[in-house]
């Protein structure tokens, strides 16, 4: 894979976006690798993802900035400029169960996710042995007083350098404070396909009302729980043969992929957000 | 396929339920062609289903329910009989969108659904050539005073024998009294995942909330609207291209062949429902 | 949906192509509505599908054509260029098997499928009530001397002006010299998942083997059986307890599905073609 | 969950083998837990599976042999007892890739896996990090003499009392003599929906021929590479987008579930094979 740079860009929809941006592309030769729009015509909203080749570029990061703002003011668009090569850091929050954090750490060895992982945190001590097997620092911080736990927490994130926090089945609700500071940049998972059963327990739910199929969702932490925008949802069959137990079991698996999907497709910068939902760029 | 007998067992659990059952049925020369079986530990409970050739079976209808009565009261059963030569007779309720319905009609006219179909009911007059072509009675009956609408579509129901109406999108809500007629004999297919967006305009509510998986449910109608036992469900990708009428569009695959199902399954008499849920013997 | 007109291009893949596009048609008024590409890397080809609202556009078809052939001369493209309120006209082949017949004529009825549907031919003269239901000229034409049957079949086309041929479960194979007059312009269904079990009798062939998974694939005919570029394929999963006959049964559902994205898609001109594959714009 | 025993028969079918087994069984007190059953009518043949609670059951392995014996011989059975306390021992063979050597080793610490994992055996040293951190002894054997490879590792299997071999991604094809010491007991994961694509780099040749789905197939390894009974398939979509690169990526998350699925059936004692099939008690 080359190395890229990626805009995403996010603006009221009128003529001549698209020949603006590629024009002004390939007047500082860039090799335009993939590109993906959307338009949201009830709202007159543009959206677009473009990804170019750096190799022939003639423009660096500041040279990029000085260049395309004028034009960005002018289309009055939010946007904003990403490289391939960069390695932002990711930290997971994670309490007792270690499926989704195994299934992350895997994926980063493997090299299906561009970031570095300079910290997991846990309010139990559990999941230390697979952090130090993965190499990765692991920060027991008990939850005794919350709002300590999470001066804590913001602390070290900040220590770290830290821009995406995925919560890998941690069982704490974050105050609107701490998700405050990393407006949709925390990923949780949640255990049903939302909205149903949203809040506590959802197996135990789901398998009171008798449902067919069980779900997972991953989506942004916004101030309301459960309610921030969905990125990915997957279901799986499931028959009155399976008891809370079989749930819990079987939705494993769902909630593994849903949620490093989603972290994926965050790190490759193919979501954008607009009125409580997303766009996946694919 | 041979002629059967089918016997549906609902009872509390304990030792000996299959070693009788099946004893007894060997006892009159049954030849089992199925046997299926389900228990509810929390609650205690067994629920069996069994199917037999009727060729060198020694009882006739009358005779095996002198002879399993004992039997039944010893176990404190609820249980059913039927035999799959019977052709019950179905209702099906319609409104504008006839997706469903010619689904249903297609698959009785190929042979998928024992029954048959006496009468198909609309409050709008449009399914009437449909109905005709496939050649089954068409009434068109107007709801302006629900009351008097129900009481005449009941009556139309007894008077052709009626053992299960289908809702297939017929857009009107029943009231509890027509529901009474027709315990757990009332299939209505709905257009979302239940429980999420029960109610009006599920499509609309599935588009605002930016899901990633839209669903259909079919499930018995019970006095409470969206709240009966499940009997199936189904589900479709879906992405932030997809505007409400495409949602609405793949969501008719989704129904037709949700509601086809229960209704296949509940005339092939595999369906036990216990708690407010539903086992489907396969 | 607005009228507007949509372009499909397929070149040697360099710098500039989006912008140049872009550009010219910004420089026309168009308003673009859609807009998605592909590249392949190895092959070093680039692939456009692009829609834009003709209201405000400035050129006619023909000034189009003439502005755009030294642009398409100069990226060496292929390229075509179609309306969405064109109606091509379409006709369906099937034999006996009538479920992918209904579901395409139940979808045109409404509106699901952007075309006319001048022509319905059968070697069997089962499917003329369906037709004459849907109000769709019906042919039968008994296959006895395949040559001279191909030969009124090719008659009948070009009376009608027939621009795609769909086989709805048509149980004959086309000649080679019957297919080269409609290159990638014949679209048939397989009833399973290509390319295992190409060939005759699938079903029977997946029951031998005990797979746990059946399929249906649409593709564009070529010379070679079963050989032409998958346009779509999908998936049941089924057990031990599925006969041959609930494999058919199932798999009815899959075939129609199947075949009418297919026909829709190629209706939409989402399709391209090349090295045996398909790109589909989505 | 109960300490349970587990009976697995195959006989050819006729009247009375449900009533004989479970009377037998309740006259020895047994509880039933699950019971199930199927025919195969074209060959006349009945399978069942039938746990139950030892709890009260007043059969020791011994007596239930020596009890169970005649009427085994009477209906013709091949039978198998098993206990849920069982520990069978399991060796996996693993090469470089080692997603589904961490998806087993994890479900095993979960207690998804009833067994024990007393061996790793690999053609590299690669995966020896991963099985010291779960605590199972790892043995690196180098293929460069094939029969001399196999007779080392055949030795091993046999010191460690292996029931079942594991092969989890095992890139070297296994000879008839080594195969021939584990009948039934060798379970293999192919990274395509079998019978496509069977034989090497079957992610290219999907690549190649273009498909819009991909699978993967866990089953019993034969004499015949890629031709043992299926146990288990489960697809993916993919589209033009997705690269060689790509298909194995998605294909990884397929393999894994695949094959664990298969061990956990085969551990839970629900697979019976026949004809070159499975049948799957669910």
Known sequence: MPDSAILLIHCPDRKGIVATISSFLYSFEANILHADQHQDRD???FFMRIEWDLKDFSLDDAGFRAAF???ALEFEMRWELAYSAARPAVAIFVSRYQHCLLDLLYRHQVGELRCSIPLIVSNHADAGDLARFY???FRHLAVE???ETERAQLTLLAEHGVSLVVLARYMQVLSPEFVAHYPQRIINVHHSFLPAFSGARPYHAAYQRGVKVIGATSH???EELDEGPIIEQDVLRVSHRDQV????EKGRDLERVVLSRAVRWHLDHRILHYAGKT???D
């Open 135 to 137: 190499g990765i620092p």
């Open 69 to 71: 703002t004028p034009l």
């Open 279 to 281: 766009v996946i760029f």
């Open 220 to 222: 942004y932490v916004t």
């Open 245 to 248: 137990d079989d749930l819990v």
């Open 145 to 147: 007083n919350k709002a």
């Open 43 to 45: 709202l007159g909203l």
